[in-house]
């Protein structure tokens, strides 16, 4: 576990793609005085993903991005596994989106997969998973994860959040993530103990990296 800290000022790499990610990082690091940038913003090429765990997929995307740029990086990568799927659509779920991506037709194949099963996809148990990697100019990494249980609805329900955020209704809530305000859906103390899987392994992370300055 490294010792070092993401000091109020630090330029940080959020090595992502996904506009809706970057926008939950944004508000997730708002009050550690963290100046950031994505790796769209700076026009980096997307590295391709071919790990077999969360984790692996995480470390590519940030080592791409320290490598590229000599800063510090924060990535993420996540996905929804169902469990009458086999934990799919798990590490493809952005595949399921395709290219561009089209979350309302991902949402219709999670949908699809269960009604060939004869499973009804309202109440079908299933979780998201997130890893969250930083890297250091120097080599150093470090991994934090997250993941909230639940369960799927449908028809898909409110328009906020992203990807299948709409169909996905955490345990213990009336409302999927899709109905819910970024802040409901991080959930995160002194209001909540960390809701979402991302907000949940912010949580180490902030632990371990980051000091509060507001
Ligand atoms: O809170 C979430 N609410 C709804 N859907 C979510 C969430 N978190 C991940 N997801 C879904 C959509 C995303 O497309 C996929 C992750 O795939 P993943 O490769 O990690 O992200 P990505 O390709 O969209 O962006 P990037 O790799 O540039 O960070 O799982
Ligand atoms: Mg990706």
């Given at each position: 576990m490294t010792s070092r800290h993401l000091a109020p000022g630090t330029k940080l790499v959020i090595a992502t793609h996904n506009k809706g990610k970057l926008a939950e990082f944004r508000d997730l690091l708002r009050p550690y005085g963290i100046d950031i940038v994505s790796a769209a913003e700076l026009g980096l090429p997307e590295p391709e993903e071919t790990g077999t765990l969360y984790a692996e997929n995480a470390a590519i995307k940030a080592r791409a991005a320290t490598t590229a740029t000599g800063l510090p990086a924060i990535s993420d990568d996540s996905g929804l596994a169902v469990d009458a799927l086999d934990?799919?659509?798990?590490?493809?779920t952005a595949d399921w989106a395709g290219n561009p991506r089209d979350f309302d037709a991902a949402m219709g194949r999670v949908n699809h997969e269960l009604a060939l099963r004869g499973i009804t996809t309202t109440g079908a148990r299933a979780h998201f998973v997130a890893a969250l990697c930083v890297t250091w100019p120097d080599g150093d990494e470090a991994i934090f994860e997250g993941r909230v249980f639940g369960t799927l609805v449908w028809p898909p329900r409110g328009a906020?959040?992203?990807?299948y955020d709409p169909m996905f209704l955490p345990d213990?809530?009336?409302?999927t993530f899709g109905e819910m305000t970024a802040t409901e859906k991080h959930g995160l103390p002194p209001e909540g103990q960390g809701l979402s899987h991302r907000a949940r392994a912010f949580i180490g992370l902030a632990q371990t990296l980051l000091a509060k300055t507001a």
């Open positions: 934990g799919a659509p798990g590490l493809f906020a959040g992203f990807g213990g809530h009336q409302r």
